[in-house]
């Protein structure tokens, strides 16, 4: 901006836009609050709990010890990261080659891929769910890592993409015109040049697989549910469960809100196929 | 410069992603077709007889396939409505210049990151219970009666649900798209005297047209498939109150076991989020040429 603004025009914008802002985030907050007190607080009205209840951590251990909480986390680590890490393996090189060597039908194969992610996953649901069966991989994390590889294996190879083609090509050149051998030209001028855009990619797919709520919920029974369907277990709930519900959430939320804070310009990035920078 | 060897080379690093992706597409798809013209439930064991397009004819002619539609329909545009409006206003309102923006962006971009499960389950009980939630609380301080979200208005309490989750994916593009806009010009149409709604009329809609297509392309593929939150809230009704396409498919083919039938609904399912497809890859398209 090239003008001066006002101070009391900023306060102004301020004010507004951060209501604005902090309505939207309340719903997080209020968990975050409720997490922390007992189940018979957690019912009381708004301003009740805020001023006139003390803090527990009460239902952290009581969601723990209710149903193995730190098994189900494990599951959405296992499977986020091992559907990321092995769709990058698969992509990697995909990505490469189309960056890189360009051919007629490049532009075409990317359209293709992107085309799978249109599939609505109801669409076939019914013959994975079958397939799954009939090879004993429902409700195990195998199968889920397979599943969450292969649908996320276009958004992967497309974001690599995009990031690659933005190394200029000429660089190789002068690097090999210099005399730097296949080992040094991967190592000091490929790599940092390439790192940056897949570790957001990693970023932005592990976000992607912890938050998916298809395939984990109609996949998985027990064994291999990760917090999206053990969460899904409070629909059903016995009694009180407010506090202990946000506990459980909180735990499942805030990894990913981590993350995801650090991931903001890649998620527009890699969530439109690069068509908004 | 690409030589023969690098181009053999090519095809050998590209060929994992193609045949993957293509078993994923294809294998699936024939089945689901294949299914959709079987009488093929699970309950009933059995050979399983080619019968035409029944399937088809039962699942579309079943009232709760219309109510479904519907419902979908409602879902889609209500959730585009709220989230492309919302999010253009709220995009202009974070380019504004203020204190602490970092922050407040934050904020408005958090729920994104919650997960369906997660969002179903906190607004239906600690936002929206008649009795215990603080939309409740808020309504009694104001002397109103508390609204019973999810018995008199279920489908629009799913569609603010999920709203708030999408939301801010609209207002993070359309603020990224803002912010490539040339300040000098809009200062050279304001000098000239343009008023605010004719620079947000004649400059920044113009300019935001793109990204605002690109979001409502994608959030309509994504929207199509709503699921857990309907799962984890209502289980689709009361009735079919909010059941859209993608749960009909559920119920039938997971909770009836019927195979056929949810296979034809899931071929439906498919065309239409072809339709909505189609204009979204030659968007993209059209980037990449460029």
């Known amino acids: ?277 | 410069m690409a030589t023969k060897a690098s181009r053999s080379a090519a095809r050998w690093m590209i060929s994992p992603s193609v045949v993957l992706l293509l078993g994923w597409m294809i294998v699936p798809l024939a089945l689901t077709l294949y299914f959709s013209f079987l009488r093929y439930n699970l309950l009933m064991p059995g050979d399983n007889p080619f019968v035409g397009w029944e399937n088809y004819y039962w699942f579309v002619t079943d009232p709760s396939f219309s109510d479904a539609m519907v419902n979908t329909l409602i879902l889609v545009g209500g959730i585009l409505l709220i989230t492309t409006i919302g999010g253009i206003g709220l995009a202009l309102l974070l380019d504004r210049p203020m204190f602490g923006q970092g922050i407040i962006r934050i904020m408005v971009i958090a729920p994104f990151f919650v997960m369906p499960t997660v969002s179903g389950l906190v607004w239906k009980n600690m936002m929206m219970n008649p009795v215990n939630g603080v939309l409740a609380w808020i309504a009694s301080v104001f002397g109103a009666q508390p609204v019973d979200f999810f018995g008199d208005i279920p489908l629009l309490s799913i569609v603010l649900i999920v709203s708030w989750m999408w939301l801010p994916f609209a207002t993070l593009i359309l603020f990224t798209a803002l912010q490539s806009m040339d300040q000098e010009q809009l200062e050279a149409a304001e000098m000239d005297g343009a008023s605010w709604v004719n620079r947000f009329f004649y400059l920044i809609l113009p300019h935001m047209a793109r990204s605002i297509t690109v979001v409502v392309l994608i959030q309509t593929i994504f929207l199509l498939a709503t699921f857990a939150e309907i799962l984890v809230t209502t289980n689709g009704g009361p009735g079919t109150a909010t059941t859209n396409l993608t749960y009909l498919v559920y119920v039938s083919s997971l909770l009836q076991y019927d195979v056929g039938m949810g296979s034809a609904g899931g071929v439906i399912a498919i065309i239409l989020a072809n339709i909505v497809a189609i204009f979204l890859m030659r968007m993209i398209g059209k980037n990449l040429d460029a």
Not at chain 1, 57 to 73: A, C, I, N, P
Not at chain 1, 201 to 226: D, K, M, Q, R
């Open chain 1, 1 to 277: 901006m090239a003008r001066a603004v006002s101070f009391n025009k900023k306060l102004v914008n301020t004010l507004i836009v951060g209501l604005i802002g902090f309505l939207i985030f309340f719903p997080i907050l209020w968990i975050l609050i409720l997490a922390f007190k007992t189940e018979n607080d957690a019912i009381k009205a708004p301003l009740e709990v805020l001023f006139n209840t003390g803090w527990t951590l009460e239902s952290f251990t009581t969601v723990q010890g209710r149903s193995d909480y730190f098994k189900h986390f494990s599951n959405s680590v296992i499977i986020s990261v091992g559907s990321t890490l092995l769709g990058l393996l698969i992509a990697v090189p995909a990505a490469w080659a189309m960056a890189f060597v360009p051919g007629k039908n490049t532009r075409n194969l990317l359209m293709w891929m992107l085309s799978t992610k249109m599939l609505p996953p109801v669409g076939v649901l019914v013959p994975i769910y079958l397939i799954f069966r009939d090879l004993s991989l429902l409700d195990t994390r195998t199968g889920l890592v397979i599943v969450l590889t292969l649908m996320n294996l276009p958004i992967i190879v497309w974001m690599l993409y995009t990031y690659f083609r933005e190394i200029p090509g000429e660089i190789l050149e002068a690097a090999r015109m210099d005399g730097a051998s296949l080992k040094d030209e991967v190592l000091y001028v490929l790599a940092p040049m390439a790192i940056p855009g897949m570790a957001s990619t990693v970023l932005l797919n592990i976000i992607l697989a912890w938050n998916e709520a298809f395939w984990t919920l109609n996949l998985t029974s027990a064994n291999a549910a990760p917090l999206t369907a053990f969460i899904a277990s409070y629909s059903s709930p016995e009694g009180l469960f407010y506090a202990k519900l946000s506990a459980a959430s909180i735990m499942a939320i805030a990894p990913i809100l981590i993350m995801g804070w650090f991931s903001q310009k890649q998620l527009v990035r890699g969530l439109t196929f690069g068509a908004v920078k």
